[in-house]
RNA sequence: GUGAUUGUAGCUCAGUUGGUUAGAGCGCCGGAUUGUGAUUCCGGAGGUCGCCGGUUCGAGACCGGUCUUUCACCCCA
């Protein structure tokens, strides 16, 4: 048979692989700075877990796993005979696999809340899938980088995740645009507009503005059910650019009013300290699943730095703050808010940049070649006694022609490759050559 | 889920209005070179033309279906 994986999945050459696991390490190494600690949960979760929290889009493109045994033997046989894939599915699925970090963390948090410390603070770097179709950057099979906080409604964490963000893409080189806004504005414009019955509509209509223009915006907020009064104030809305200038439009609303005041702390926190990437309000950002409350971030490279004008894509990291997430799961008055980042299309970034360190392509450090089997047998304790020195080194496993060995260190990459031969055995003085050089002399073993 | 798009050697791609035995570059293997890679020269292997069916005397090419790729929607990282 011809080998193949499943559409929108991948495999990983070595060289990818350590590129991967540099962003991971990176973002990690921030998360753990910052105080967050790993937890892990499993890959499967219970299906009536995931079902009903990411819309009705979201439930479509669940994966389901099917029920092992004679599953369409105990199948519901009316649901099965009407050929309805919807209803027959809880008879032959139980499980699918996790959609998001935050749902299974929700379902986490309200497990073992007698074992954890509030405010609890998570992280997880763990893939999650999505039976989405393909695209760029789009897969089915994707790592998500998530930390959270739940507890606390402190504004604190709001800028302190913000910090994050930032550190982050700076460590990586990254020039980063931070975009924040705050769910209860785009409340307060609902309810000044009289759209406050399908926020939801509004907020995803307004939030496509600078991709598709203000005409085909106003065009399809009208075809939503927003009258010309409403698309009026929507419009003085969009126009302003800064929080003094949205505070008056919504001094009619309660709920407006309380997230400018929340955003201005926030802004206010973090310009208290030192960033480096762009930090802005933005009111058309709406995006953010349907749970967040307050909050919401989008993080997006910025186009405006030098050398990053020509990249294409869309959010790299995003978050928010919901106000409850647990008590679907039973569990009231637990706030939480987090970020994630998008590390499939960070990766997709520094390559289009060549932004990634060399060193994190190759950590060999010398390759050793035999050229008979005595030599071999002489290498294999030298590099026995190398390895556990913590010099990174390998073995050509057999005496073979040196052009044959020669090259398959080129293919490895080793910077350095050491010859053994009946001279090197028995003086203890070995050839290296560096590869890149060219340059060969002989090198004691203490020397290595 | 909707609408397009792609698939030929390990990789990148040619392949004319349907016509003999499907090609190139790179890579791979062997040799020149039994103590020197990446450069050079010589030779060689490697194909179910994504898959299934149809039209035709004849299909890599045309038609239908299906899978996959890429892209735009929807939604999203």
């Known amino acids: 048979m011809k080998p193949s994986i499943p559409k929108g999945t991948r495999d990983f050459l070595p060289a990818e692989v350590r590129r991967r696991d540099y962003i991971f390490e990176v973002i990690r ?41 004679d599953f369409l033997g105990k199948a519901n046989a009316e649901d099965l ?68 906080v739940v507890g606390s409604e ?11 963000l930032d550190g982050v893409f700076h460590d990586l080189g990254l ?44 065009e399809e907020l009208g075809n939503r059910g927003a009258d010309a009064g409403a698309i009026n104030v929507i419009k003085q809305f969009l126009d302003a650019t800064n929080l003094a200038d949205v505070a008056p439009l919504l001094a009619n609303s309660e709920v407006g009013q309380q997230g400018i005041a929340e955003l201005q702390e926030v802004f206010d926190l973090i310009a208290s300290q030192p960033t480096n ?11 953010g699943l349907n749970y967040y409350t307050g909050a919401i971030w989008e993080v997006a490279v910025d186009t405006d730095a030098p ?21 679907i799961f039973g569990m009231k008055d637990m ?44 290498g294999f304790g030298l590099v026995s006694r190398l390895r556990a020195r913590g010099v990174h080194a390998d073995l050509y496993p057999k005496a073979a022609k040196l052009n044959k060995m020669m090259k398959y260190a080129d293919q490895r ?8 031969g009946s001279r090197e055995a028995e003086s203890g003085e070995y050839s290296v050559k560096t590869m890149a050089t060219g340059e060969q002399r002989m090198v004691n073993e203490k020397e290595f």
């Open 29 to 69: 190494k921030h998360f753990r700075r910052f105080g967050y600690q790993p937890i892990e949960t499993p890959v499967m979760e219970n299906l009536e877990t995931l079902t009903g929290k990411y819309g009705e889009e979201g439930d479509k493109l669940l994966f389901k796993v099917l029920n092992n045994g």
């Open 81 to 148: 005979a009407n050929k309805d894939s919807n209803k027959v599915l809880s008879s032959i699925s139980k499980r699918g696999l996790r959609y998001d970090l935050t749902v299974p963390f929700a379902r986490y948090v309200v497990m073992h809340q007698n074992d954890l410390a509030f405010p609890f603070k998570r992280y997880a770097i763990m893939p999650v899938w999505r039976a989405d179709r393909p695209q760029k950057g789009r897969y089915q099979e994707f790592y998500q980088c998530d930390a959270d």
């Open 154 to 164: 402190s504004l604190l964490y709001e800028a302190e995740l913000t910090q994050l």
């Open 175 to 218: 020039k980063a645009v931070i975009r924040l806004n705050n769910r209860k504005i785009l409340a307060g414009l609902a309810e000044i507009a009289g759209m406050a019955h399908n926020m939801m509509d509004m907020t995803i209509t307004i939030d496509k503005l600078d991709k598709i223009g203000w005409e085909k915006v106003s």
């Open 277 to 287: 990437n762009r930090i802005e309000f933005d009111v058309t950002l709406a995006r």
């Open 307 to 327: 050398g990053q004008e020509s990249i294409k894509m869309g959010s790299i990291a995003g978050g928010g703050r919901y106000a409850d997430l647990t008590s």
């Open 335 to 378: 706030p939480g808010v987090g970020i994630s980042f998008g590390a499939e299309r960070i990766y997709d970034v520094l390559e289009e940049l060549d932004a990634f360190p060399a060193d994190a392509a190759e950590d060999l450090q010398y390759l050793l070649i035999c050229l008979d089997d005595e030599a071999l047998a002489h």
């Open 413 to 420: 990459n080793a910077p350095k490759v050491v010859i053994i």
